[in-house]
Structures are given as structure tokens and as C-alpha cells.
């Protein structure tokens, strides 16, 4: 199922963006703790000790957008597990690696070892809307994000919501 396997494809690469911004924001402290990529949302658990504040979420959600706009071609490549560490490439705490890894390099912005399926061009994601953010457990916290025509309709549903409030109180 081609459409499933690009929506799958849009809602991973976003989850590297994400995790990217959530580093950019909220510290080098942060690591995933969990991840669900489907074809409806992708989840992404991070260890983090506090709520995370709405402003916080908005300049992340702008950030991941703003590299979505830019349309950045992806770089996948096979690389030597310790030479891709050593140039920065982030790989998962506790997970066991091979000599030769793939890493999937998004500009300047993203690297990580990941051997999942992505998007050509970070534009082929298309919108990306984070929301959700809550606790799971003492130290770590949830996001749940949409992207594509996922994130397309639940705008069209929040405007269709405002549209029936202005409609009942008679106002614009």
C-alpha cells in the first residue's frame, strides 16, 4: 500500500526532526525512551524531568516546520559505527549496532543511526503539527504528533469547530 508506506515514511523522518528540535529546546539531556511511527501519528517518548511548556512546544512544532519548508534531501549512507559516533551521529542508549551502521543525515540539523524508511526530501512531509505532551513516568514525557493529510485534517476540523461557535453565537 504505496499511500500507507509514504505516510509511514513522512511520520519517521519527522520524528528524527522532532527529536533534533527537542534537543535544540529543551537540552542535550534529552533521549528517546520510546518511539510509534504508523501511518496515522508518531509518538515519541524523551527522558525529561518537567512538563513541557506550550511556548516550548510552539517553537519546537515552528522549528520542525521550518525544516519541512526547506525541502532538505536526505543523505543515507553505510558508515563505520565509531566514525559515525564520533561525527555526531546520535544512536539509542542500550541498542546494539553492527560494525557498519546506516545513517540518515538531514543537513546540518539531524543525524542518527537508523535503519527505518524516510522521505526523500524533508518537504514530502508536508505539515507537521505536534498534539499532544504528557507524562508517561517520573522522567519521562510523551509527544504524539500528525504530519501530511493527517495534520491537514485536523486543522480543516478545528476551523470547521469555529466555524459552528460563530455560527451559534451569531458572530465572525
Known sequence: ???RRKKIMSNHTATHLLHQSLKNYLGLHIQQ???LVDD???????THYE????????????EVNKIIRENIKLDVSIEDFERAKADGACALFG?????NVRVVSINNFSKELCGGTHVSKTGDIG???????????????????VT???????????????SEIKNLFNCS
Open 51 to 62: 512538563k513541557i511548556k506550550q511556548s516550548t512546544i510552539d517553537l519546537i512544532d515552528s
Open 33 to 35: 525512551a520510546g518511539s
Open 40 to 46: 496515522k501519528k508518531l509518538r515519541f517518548d524523551l
Open 1 to 3: 500500500d504505496l499511500d
Open 127 to 145: 505539515l507537521f503539527k505536534i498534539i499532544s505532551e504528557s507524562s508517561v513516568s517520573s522522567g519521562v514525557r510523551r509527544i504524539e504528533a
Open 95 to 99: 541498542e546494539k549496532y553492527e560494525d
Open 148 to 162: 501530511g493529510i493527517e495534520a491537514l485534517n485536523m486543522v480543516r476540523g478545528y476551523n470547521n469547530i469555529i
